[in-house]
């Protein structure tokens, strides 16, 4: 579904943040991106999120060449690829609800059809209660979870989350991850970058490790964790 | 198009709540100065009209007997000239009067050597060749003198066209700078949304979508400034017609354009909104393009 060929990049003329990067996604995979910081994960999951292009070498986004790929032709892809940050980046004057909203809103959903997805959704990750309130007045895991039901609301092909899990505390962490290993049970290929080793092995999803700009591939082992 | 606007930028934002004020004095400057280009403009029209339906011709002779005798010719040549319809002799009073602002109030009869002043009008259609007349009324009477006030109304006109050409490059300056400070606020306004613009970039919204945002908020900057320039600019205005009116001094009065003349003013406030949004979109696209 999603591939990258001996991709590099570089910010101006800067040296190589990654190098000759290959690795495929297969839909409905899951995969973890890890390694230390300064690695590359942030620019790597740009480019999954298409914030950049690469500097040079191949990528291909649902049978398409990034290459040749004019700019208006991207928010239709960028339509179909769902991003979680690790600081949430909601709105701060918008309701969860008016979060969640967006993303359908941007597609011309109807006014019914958009408060029947958001109110279902946020039922789903457990917001029933807090959708009329603004970020300031939320905690950092219901913060979250708004962010993640915004990055699903569309239905993603593709869920990117950068950090998730960096800004709530270790209980917080597994209810989440529960969230994306469910999601990607639903069918949405999933790709989280991640420092926390225990929540990796707890799912037991293949590692896409990187270190140095340069990408290696470890294969999953058994879920530490039933109910993941 | 306002309806498919999705707004996700904050009701508020500090950083642009003087901005209607400032496109508000902007405007206030600008309608002035268009007033003022549309009065002067209107005062040579009429100044213009009032001259060159006639002239006058005087008789400077001190004897009083070779004036009258003079004068008669001067009349006699000026009502067979063609295109002349009427040539009246002002009574002593009338001169004094006209003498009067610069002279103050005389008795008549002071010993004050006043010409004989022919007051000549000319009909709606003709044209005179006033240069071979003055040579013929020389002719005739030697102290006679035309005067079509061409040397006073060409400086008039001279004067009046640089100040108009100094209002017009004022318009110009203002709406510079109006572009200018709304290219300003439309770019820090990218600054204080930048997040909010990624995400929305992310998300899958258009550059159209999202400049759409700032048009909304740009136009309704744009209006409320320009209501409040203009409405401050037409009390001025309405203030220096009254206090015109009351000197009663012609060649001011002559400048007060008709009320009908000054609707255009309802026109600014949706030409700056529209200016505003414009520059705005025009900013903001641009801006976009530098993401991928």
Redesign the interface.
């Known amino acids: 579904m999603i591939s990258f060929e001996n991709v590099g990049m570089r910010y101006g003329m800067g040296n190589e943040i990654l190098t000759d990067i290959g690795f495929s996604l297969e839909r409905k995979s899951f995969h973890f991106l890890v390694g230390p910081s300064g690695a590359g994960k942030t620019t790597l999951l740009k480019l999954l999120?298409?914030?950049?292009?690469p500097s040079r070498g191949l990528i291909n986004f649902f049978g398409k060449d990034l290459a040749t790929l004019e700019?208006?032709a991207?928010?239709?892809?960028?339509?179909r690829?769902g991003?979680v940050f690790q600081d949430f980046?909601l709105?701060?004057?918008?309701t969860a609800f008016e979060n969640v909203a967006?993303?359908l809103?941007?597609?011309?959903a109807k006014k019914a059809q958009v408060a029947d997805h958001v109110e279902e959704l946020l039922s789903w990750v457990g917001l029933e209660d807090r959708m009329h309130a603004r970020p300031a007045t939320l905690s950092g895991g219901e913060k979250q979870r708004v962010a993640i039901a915004?990055a699903i609301i569309n239905k993603p092909d593709l869920l990117v989350a950068d950090e998730p899990t960096g800004n709530v505390d270790a209980e917080m962490s597994k209810r989440l991850m529960h969230l994306f290993v469910a999601l990607n049970k639903e069918g949405t290929t999933t790709i989280v970058a991640t420092h926390d080793e225990t929540l990796v092995r707890s799912v037991g999803a293949p590692i896409l490790r990187l270190e140095k700009g340069q990408i290696s591939l470890e294969p999953g082992g058994k879920p530490i964790d039933p109910g993941a | 198009m306002w309806g498919?606007t999705?707004q996700?930028l904050?009701?508020k934002n500090l950083r642009e709540g003087l901005l209607p004020w400032v496109i508000g004095v902007m405007l206030f400057l600008c309608t002035l100065s268009l007033a003022g280009a549309l009065a002067i403009g209107t005062g040579i029209e009429n100044w213009s009209a009032g001259l060159t339906s006639n002239f006058s011709v005087q008789v400077v002779v001190k004897n009083l007997e070779e004036r009258t005798k003079q004068t008669t010719a001067v009349l006699r040549l000026l009502k067979a000239t063609p295109g002349i319809e009427d040539a009246k002799v002002l009574a002593d009073a009338e001169i004094m009067a006209l003498l009067a602002p610069w002279l103050g109030d005389m008795p008549l009869g002071a010993e004050l050597p006043i010409p004989t002043l022919i007051e000549v009008r000319l009909s709606s259609t003709a044209t005179v060749d006033t240069a071979a007349l003055s040579e013929r009324l020389i002719a005739t009477a030697p102290g006679a003198q035309l005067d079509d006030h061409q040397i006073w109304m060409g400086q008039i006109l001279e004067l009046a066209t640089v100040v108009q050409l100094l209002l017009a490059g004022v318009v110009v300056m203002v709406v510079l700078s109006t572009i200018a400070i709304v290219i300003f606020g439309c770019r820090a306004g990218l600054a204080t949304h930048q997040?909010?613009i990624?995400?929305?970039?992310?998300?899958?919204?258009?550059d159209k979508?999202i400049s759409r945002a700032f048009d909304a908020r740009y136009l309704a900057h744009g209006l409320k400034g320009g209501i409040f320039g203009v409405f401050l600019a037409a009390g001025v205005l309405w203030l220096l017609t009254n206090l015109a009116e009351n000197m009663g001094q012609g060649l001011i009065q002559a400048g007060i354009p008709e009320a009908s003349a000054l609707l255009w003013l309802a026109l600014l406030p949706l030409t700056a909104s529209i200016l505003t949004m414009l520059t705005a979109r025009i900013t903001v696209r641009k801006a976009l393009?530098e993401?991928?």
């Open positions: 999120y298409l914030a950049h292009r700019r208006a991207l928010p239709r892809i960028r339509r690829i991003v980046r709105f701060d004057h918008l967006l993303p809103r941007l597609q011309g915004r | 498919r999705l996700f904050p009701e997040e909010s990624e995400i929305m970039h992310l998300m899958g919204a258009e979508t393009l993401l991928m």
